[in-house]
């Protein structure tokens, strides 16, 4: 007996060489980071994509962006960084993710590209104040070998 047919699709959605349902259309996050999935990656092309999504008064040396709190807790690592918690120079408690960014071979760039995106998805949440997910304040870019304190 022959296998029974596949289910269609359901509308705007299609199907891949697996089977698995794909997209037909982009939802706007998909179109708001689509430049982040670029076709090859190099360090010219990360230091340009990284200054859209970074402003140049929040590219610092490590120790600038270190000395901007009076303490600094680290609560964890996963898997494109570490957690800490800080207390601003003002007193207030916030959670710091630090990613160190190598630019050694074109995966380390790609890496460098995962961690832009989730700083321009966390915005593009902020934006459209996405609820249940917590704000983002600031994105930083350090110059430096290692972003811990």
Known sequence: RAPP???????????DDDGFAIPTSKR??????????PEKFTVKGFTRDAAKVVTPQ???????FWSAFTSVTFLGEGSFG???RCVTLEGRTVAVKSSPI????PEAIDDGYSVLREIAVLKFL????V???????????CVGNEAVP
């Open 28 to 37: 706007p996050v998909d179109a708001a980071l689509e430049w982040l999935y």
């Open 126 to 129: 902020n934006k459209h104040k």
């Open 5 to 15: 047919p596949a289910a269609a699709p359901r509308p705007g959605m299609s199907q």
């Open 82 to 84: 570490f957690v800490w």
């Open 58 to 64: 929040h590219v610092l040396a490590i120790n600038e």
């Open 102 to 105: 190598a630019f050694d071979c």
């Open 131 to 141: 609820r249940n997910v917590l704000p983002m304040h600031a994105a930083f870019f």
